[in-house]
C-alpha cells in the first residue's frame, strides 16, 4: 500500500511539473525567449508525465500544430508504458489491489 501511494504522489508530481514546464516554454515562446528544449519537454513525458504535458498543450496551445512534436510525443508515451509494463509488473499489481480496495 505504501508503494502505491509513492507512486501516485510521484506521477502526481511529475505530471504537474510538466504542466509548468510546457506552460513556462509557451510563454517563453510568446515572448520570444530562451526555450526549453525538445530533448528535456520529452524526457519529462518518458519519465512519466505525459498527463500534464497533454494536457498544457491543449490549454495553452502549445506545440500542437507541430505534427513532429506529436509524433515524439507518442512514441515518448509508449516508451514510458512499455517501461512500466515491462520493469514495474510488481507495481501494476498493487494498483490494481488498489483499485479493488477501492471499490
Known amino acids: 500500500m505504501e508503494l502505491i501511494i509513492v507512486l501516485m504522489s510521484y506521477i502526481l508530481g511529475l505530471n504537474s ?3 509548468i514546464i510546457y506552460a513556462y516554454d ?3 515562446a510568446i515572448l520570444g525567449r530562451y526555450r526549453v528544449s525538445e ?6 513525458v518518458v519519465g512519466g508525465g505525459m498527463f500534464g504535458a497533454i494536457l498544457s498543450m491543449v490549454v495553452h496551445r502549445h506545440k500542437i500544430k507541430k505534427m513532429t512534436f ?12 512499455y517501461l512500466l509494463v515491462v520493469y ?4 501494476l499489481i ?3 489491489e488498489f483499485i479493488l480496495f477501492m471499490k
Open 94 to 96: 498493487q494498483i490494481n
Open 39 to 44: 530533448q528535456f519537454l520529452l524526457l519529462l
Open 26 to 28: 509557451k510563454k517563453q
Open 17 to 19: 511539473l510538466t504542466y
Open 88 to 91: 514495474n509488473q510488481k507495481i
Open 70 to 81: 506529436i509524433i515524439k510525443y507518442i512514441i515518448a508515451s509508449i516508451v514510458f508504458v
